[in-house]
């Protein structure tokens, strides 16, 4: 994104004031306003050029010559849809304009890019009956839970929309006609959102044997009741840096044991450790899958993630993990989920 502010007159200007304008900024736009500061339209240096070849004069003014209808978004639009909507209409450049029509900034292609957005797709695993959130999930699916007022799946469409992943598939089973009513195709929240549908519990990976597309780039898998704020762009460049078929996020945890562990050889006693402090990594349910891996999994019976990399390894297929350094929490649990909720939207994946 870029400052629009020094690219900004009003639409009384004239043709030199514009030239004057590209010798100070590196946009190559002016952006004009009313008076009352509202977009009014713009011109690119291309476009002045053309009318002094034509032989426009310097003091002249510009405003019968203005562009009024070139294309603009909202505040509201990410990054990503915005440089998807560059590559499309074959521009370099949009104004972001607020709600009143003021100018908040000017996209570049350049700036956008530079971001590292991903283009990549997502899957959610959204079938699951919530049998930890018993009794919230009795007559809704957990990703329909909410925290501060956003159902889960609501804040991971947010999250995913935010670095660039626009297309996403949620695999559905257990009151999935509530999750297509709720998100439909995803507009309401500016992404593009298929299903498929479990008529089986088909595990934590069966359900991506029902993806019927043939896909190209590797894509994100996430459990709907995952809450965390790790840098997918950093996991995207691990997966490739090392060349890995199956990328898997884990989270270091803690585990306390109450009582003191005695170490045996036979009958004779190695070493006493009193209530000692364990660390493990557990698998923190958000994966980056090779599309070839998704042929290794068989269509339509349960098949879980453990399966799809225990089969991977015995492959001699190349396994990584990703630790994550930032928040985590797994609140398809009733004890997180509660934690999670006073915590609140900003403190939501804090570790306990």
């Given at each position: ?71 603009t ?13 560059m ?25 956008l ?52 992943i ?35 519990p ?14 190209t ?10 809450l ?125």
């Amino acid at each position: 994104m870029t400052d629009a502010s020094h690219s900004i007159i009003g639409h009384d200007a004239t043709v030199r004031e514009c030239v004057q304008r590209f010798a100070q900024t590196r946009a190559g736009v002016v952006i004009f306003v009313d008076q009352g500061g509202r977009f009014f339209g713009l011109l690119t240096a291309g476009d002045v050029f053309r009318l002094l070849a034509r032989g426009v004069e310097l003091d002249s003014a510009v405003r019968a010559h203005i562009n009024t209808k070139p294309i603009t978004v909202t505040s509201e639009f990410t990054g990503s849809e915005i440089l998807r909507l560059m590559t499309a209409r074959g521009v370099s450049h949009v104004p972001v304009l607020r709600a009143d029509g003021t100018v908040e900034r000017l996209a570049t292609q350049a700036a956008l890019l530079a971001e590292n957005l991903l283009r990549n797709r997502a899957v959610i695993m959204a079938g699951g009956e919530g049998l930890r959130l018993r009794p919230l999930t009795n007559d809704v699916p957990k990703a329909l839970v909410k925290i501060d007022g956003k159902p889960l799946l609501a804040i991971l469409l947010e999250r995913l929309r935010g670095v660039g992943i626009l297309d996403i598939t949620i695999c559905i089973r257990y009151r999935g006609d509530k999750i297509r009513a709720e998100f439909g195709d995803g507009s309401a929240w500016h992404v593009n959102i298929s299903y498929v549908e479990e008529e089986e519990p088909l595990g934590t990976c069966g359900g991506l044997s029902l993806i019927r597309d043939e896909w190209t780039e590797p894509f994100f898998v996430l459990n709907c009741d995952v809450l965390t704020d790790v840098d997918l762009v950093n996991m995207y460049k691990f997966h490739a840096f090392n060349r890995s078929d199956l990328t898997v996020a884990v989270k270091d945890q803690d585990f306390q044991v109450p009582f003191g562990i005695v170490e045996v050889d036979h009958e004779r006693v190695v070493r006493l450790s009193e209530k000692p402090k364990l660390k493990f990594y557990v698998n923190a349910g958000l994966y980056l899958l090779n599309p070839e891996t998704k042929k290794t999994i068989p269509f339509g019976r349960r098949y879980d993630m453990t399966d799809l990399i225990a089969d991977l390894l015995a492959n001699g297929s190349n396994v990584c993990s990703f630790p994550i350094r930032t928040a985590w929490l797994d609140v398809g649990d009733i004890g997180n989920l509660r934690l999670a909720r006073r915590r609140g939207l900003d403190r939501q994946g804090e570790d306990r």
